[in-house]
């Protein structure tokens, strides 16, 4: 009997067990890139992805926007970033992808530059400055199967 519950336990066990696969984006961003110029709140150094916290000026108002990045460890290592790169008050000019739904968040994973005031690039994905792949009558291109 005994072996009968812990066999059952091994395969009810993983069906309960939340994924920790990552995640995609597909059609959760613009397929073109935006330019913002804003000052940081804040720099979040937390996993999966870090994030730029600033505040960007629009015709009076302020809005306060998030860009993602990638992972911390990534900005370490790739580009040589420290606890001083990004700072609060800094002025930072952002070329990435928006939400779809128009809420003021940036992704910054791909096609995308951040440069600081006076014009020092602290951050380019490979394929900046790359046009939006595109697939059939205008959609976003598909990747193939492995």
């Known amino acids: 009997m005994l072996r009968l519950g812990v066999s059952l336990g091994a395969l009810i066990l993983p069906a309960l067990t939340p994924s920790l696969a990552h995640h995609g984006d597909a059609d959760r961003y613009n397929p073109e890139v935006i330019t913002l110029t804003g000052t940081v709140v804040e720099l979040q150094m937390v996993n999966p992805h870090a994030r ?26 790739q580009f040589a970033w420290t606890p001083s790169t990004v700072r609060k ?47 059939p009558k205008g959609t976003l291109a598909t990747q193939p199967p492995n």
């Open 89 to 135: 008050g800094m002025q930072l000019t952002l070329i990435g992808r928006r939400l779809r739904s128009g809420a003021p968040y940036l992704n910054l994973t791909e096609r995308a530059n951040i440069v600081v005031a006076g014009g020092k690039e602290i951050y380019r994905t490979e394929n900046f400055g790359q046009p939006a792949p595109q697939g």
């Open 52 to 77: 730029i916290v600033l505040d960007v000026e629009d015709a009076g108002t302020t809005v306060r926007w998030q860009a993602e990045l990638g992972g911390p460890q990534q900005l370490i290592k």
